[in-house]
């Protein structure tokens, strides 16, 4: 686990868009964790911008809250757009 994520930080998450601190498996809960690491990994990435196995994390992070933001998509259409609308991630 990377030093920017405590498990206080990840609790905080999963409670705040799984529902529960301990659900950590409800897609909204991951997607949100994707989106919070994709943030972090941004910031560091404006500052060492030759750090390329971070660069590599970072597309693997967001290949991943795609697929599941797809998944989601297709199971429950508001669910969707409501947590889009709530991270702030589509224009």
Request: glycine residues 6%; contains cysteine; aromatic residues 6%.
């Amino acid at each position: 686990m990377a030093s920017y994520l405590t498990k206080e930080k990840k609790e905080e998450i999963f409670a705040e868009y799984g529902g529960n601190a301990k659900n950590t498996g409800s897609i909204e809960g991951q997607v949100a964790l994707c989106t919070f690491r994709i943030k972090s990994l941004s910031d560091h990435l404006k500052i060492n911008k030759k750090d390329h196995s971070c660069r590599r994390t970072l597309l693997t992070l967001v290949g991943r809250r795609k697929r599941l933001l797809q998944y989601l998509a297709k199971q429950d259409i508001t669910k969707y757009r409501s947590l889009i609308e709530k991270l702030g991630i589509r224009k």
